[in-house]
């Protein structure tokens, strides 16, 4: 029998890994993308500095492009959510050690 994980388990076990990390949600339900276009490189990485303000994917809603910006300036802990993939109002999609 396929098992399904639980929605945001696995964002639990990791922010239980880094403590004080801020989690990046998403504000609307889209499809998420890590990169501005297919052949474009990702906004950012896993170990990435990232400064407040400075956008790390796109949700796509209705045809319409939301870039998501950090809310902190710290380095990118965790990246919860694969590129191409459906997001949840509210489901966590990156984890920031804020600096």
Request: glycine residues 10%; charged residues 25%.
């Given at each position: 029998a396929l098992v399904l994980?639980?929605?945001?388990?696995e964002a639990q076990e990791a922010k239980d890994e880094c403590a004080g990390c801020v989690e990046v949600r998403a504000p609307i339900v889209?499809?998420?993308y890590r990169a501005p276009a297919p052949d474009a490189p990702p906004y950012?990485?896993?170990g990435d500095r990232v400064e407040k303000g400075q956008v790390l994917c796109i949700?796509?809603?209705m045809k319409l492009m939301n870039e998501i910006e950090s809310e902190v300036?710290?380095?990118v802990k965790?990246?919860?959510?694969?590129?191409?993939?459906p997001v949840e109002y509210g489901q966590p999609l990156f984890?920031?050690?804020p600096l």
């Amino acid at each position: 029998a396929l098992v399904l994980g639980l929605p945001g388990l696995e964002a639990q076990e990791a922010k239980d890994e880094c403590a004080g990390c801020v989690e990046v949600r998403a504000p609307i339900v889209g499809t998420f993308y890590r990169a501005p276009a297919p052949d474009a490189p990702p906004y950012v990485e896993e170990g990435d500095r990232v400064e407040k303000g400075q956008v790390l994917c796109i949700i796509e809603a209705m045809k319409l492009m939301n870039e998501i910006e950090s809310e902190v300036s710290g380095i990118v802990k965790k990246i919860l959510v694969k590129n191409g993939e459906p997001v949840e109002y509210g489901q966590p999609l990156f984890l920031i050690q804020p600096l």
